[in-house]
């Protein structure tokens, strides 16, 4: 299994697991600086890491990115819904939808 080195040092075994990746990017970045990683220095981390990927893992990562923020979009989305029908200020605002007078 291949494996990707950040910055750090720290080693990131390429299984295909987004997560994985994920985690070590925060643990080892933002965590390590006390969530002081600005815009850059994250944007600089993840192309170091694309960079030291084979076109196999950029296509497993990219594919597994594109379906892991379709499924994060989805259900933001939902919960915004949710918090639109439940909220008590449009309580009744659509009950005569659909009705004619």
């Not at 080693?11 to 697991?17: A, C, V």
């Not at 296509?59 to 923020?69: D, G, K």
């Amino acid at each position: 299994m291949r494996k990707v080195r950040l910055s750090t040092g720290y080693e990131i075994s390429l299984d295909g697991e987004l997560l994985s990746v994920l985690e070590a990017l925060y643990r080892e970045l933002t965590l390590k600086h006390e969530l002081k990683v600005s815009f850059q220095d994250m944007m600089r981390e993840v192309e170091a890491l694309v960079d030291q990927m084979d076109d196999a893992d950029r296509r497993r990562y990219l594919i597994e990115s594109l379906f892991l923020n379709s499924v994060t979009y989805e259900n933001e989305m939902l919960d915004a819904y949710m918090r639109k029908i439940t909220s008590p200020d449009d309580a009744g605002a659509d009950d005569d939808v659909g009705e004619h007078s």
